[in-house]
């Protein structure tokens, strides 16, 4: 079975893999930056491609679950890594908007945040993932206990709710893009209401 | 050349404009895609020759007016011009061009006329951001009679010492200075004088975020965003944010047009 094949190949990988994996989108862009290559306005390209790589990670954290239910391929165990890259890029964008975009405009930040929709969504969903990166180690899942860590960690479905709309709703128009990645978000929150099929409930 | 005699009578300003590339290689025209990159890309199919504009409505000579004609007719000079776009960010772009005025004297508005609708060409074969809804194409713009009028209202032809690059809005485009980017509509085909405040695209789009008037105001925020301060484009991470003006640093020429209008209901 191709599920199992995938499984057994990745069985050797370590998990730093994907850390440093994680960084690639992280080092393109530093590239980029450093030849010039982001364009006229390269603040804004850092700010929404930070923002977007951590909504990308936000959204294969969640596939991971199904994607064993479904398929049976078994990435649990890069979970934590694919979370806490989405924390680090969900933080990077936040200091891009501070120091690159704001420039340290307190009174234009806080007036943002308290009262422009999307950037209330925003900083929300940046606060709702700090306890769950805090608590990404396995010190905090044993002094936790798993079903009190794993009830705190279903806080991701509300992140990535808010990422996503933040991101819709920060747009002019109604372009595809941050449909498609709330779409997304939806879709695989759905699929964990129906339930398991019957073949992986095992 | 730099200075020509419009600067003598103070419409342009003395900040330094953005250069050729900066200002053609960053545009918002969604007929050819929404990323700020799309028209550099995509504008290069779009033939402007032969280019005719209809102008129609409450004028003693309607009729279909090619681009020579309407420019035989007209003094091009060179404006630098602040650019604020609805989106916070600014430049500063030497255009060339004329008063909207000029042509609108020749067409002889007659004296029911109140507003002036235009429109930009419906071209989905060449225009590939029209084959999706993003707006109900073709894109309207439109302004009152007065500030049609105003001598710092030009109909734009050139950019520097060329011609408009298509991305630009080529062959002719609007320019309203103290208005937010997207009143200054692109690629004209269409000039209507009528007596009701003509529908504006974006104002179509989304009336509580884009209103018919649209003037810069620091005091009246976007609904989503503030518009108190923006960042001047091109000068890579460190381009400034600086304080937006009323009526984008125009209010001596312009704010004497809206006495007695309550800007933050009239936006």
Known sequence: ?202 | GLVGPVSAAGFSTDEKPNTFEEISNYNNFYEFGTDKADPARHARGLTIDPWSVEIGGLVDRPGSYPLDDILKGVALEERIYRLRCVEAWSMVVPWIGFELRTLLDRVGVQPAARFVAFETLMRPDEMPGQRQAILDWPYREGLRLDEALHPLTILATGLYDDPLPKQNGAPLRLVVPWKYGFKSIKSIVKIRLVDQMPQTSWNMANPREYGFYSNVNPAVDHPRWSQASERRIGSGFFAPRIDTLPFNGYADQVASLYAGQDLAVDF
């Open chain 1, 1 to 202: 079975m191709i599920a199992q094949r995938i499984n057994g190949a990745l069985r050797p990988v370590p998990t730093g893999a994907l850390y440093a994996l994680g960084l690639v989108p992280l080092a393109i862009l530093v590239a980029q930056a450093v030849t010039g290559g982001l364009g006229i306005d390269p603040v804004k390209v850092i700010e929404h491609r930070l923002g977007e790589v951590a909504l990308q990670f936000l959204v294969a954290g969640l596939a991971i679950t199904p994607l064993r239910r479904w398929t049976g391929v078994n990435l649990i165990r890069f979970r934590r890594a694919v979370g806490l890259l989405a924390f680090l890029y969900a933080c990077l964008h936040l200091a891009v908007w501070v120091t690159l975009d704001l420039q340290f405009r307190w009174a234009e930040i806080g007036a943002d945040i308290a009262k422009r929709p999307y950037i209330t969504l925003g900083m929300a969903a940046l606060v709702a993932m700090s306890p769950l990166a805090l608590t990404s180690n396995t010190l905090a899942i044993r002094s936790l206990g798993a079903a009190a860590w794993g009830r705190l960690h279903r806080l991701t479905y509300l992140v990535a709710l808010l990422a996503a709309l933040h991101f819709l709703l920060l747009v002019k128009a109604w372009p595809v893009e941050p449909m498609v990645y709330l779409g997304l978000v939806l879709a695989l929150l759905a699929v964990r209401a129906i339930g398991s099929p019957a073949r992986a409930s095992r």
